[in-house]
């Protein structure tokens, strides 16, 4: 894993409709400007994650710019850093990453869309998954 600051990041899930997506928002509020982000899924859904809405919301962050973005970004678009938060994400974009200078990462995460319970129980779920993504960005791009 490199330390260099990327100029430019990728975040990849399956669907891009909760997991990339919020990653991708949280790494702009985290980086600002100064690094391009964005956010793809292999099958891709263009459907809104209104938990996801409500718990970017709360801190400030804002929706992707983006969303139901397939693999072809990479084919695009140039991405120093590809960061993959689910096995079929990781898979899609090693082979899309071939022969590019593109380092991969695989960060495996929880789907917080699967948390049952009431509406407050699952939003807690969301912001569990929101405050340890929030985190890893800053320790790993900040």
């Known amino acids: ?42 099958r891709p859904l263009d459907e809104t994650d209104y938990f996801m809405l409500a718990v970017l919301q709360e801190v ?3 929706r992707p710019e983006r969303p139901g973005q397939g693999f072809e970004a990479l084919e695009e678009e ?28 695989y960060w495996p995460t929880p789907d917080p869309t699967l948390a049952e319970g009431t509406r407050d129980q699952v939003l807690d779920a969301y912001r569990g998954f929101r405050d340890d993504l929030r985190k890893r960005i800053r320790e790993r791009f900040a």
């Open 60 to 62: 400030g962050a804002h």
């Open 78 to 105: 140039d991405f120093d850093v590809v960061v993959a938060m689910t096995e079929d994400s990781a898979a899609a974009a090693r082979k899309a990453a071939e022969g590019k200078e593109i380092e991969v990462e």
């Open 1 to 42: 894993m490199s330390s260099a600051a990327p100029r430019s990041i990728l975040f990849a899930c399956t669907y891009n409709r909760t997991r990339s997506p919020m990653a991708e928002s949280l790494a702009r509020l985290e980086l600002g400007d100064e690094v391009r982000v964005a956010s793809c899924g292999t």
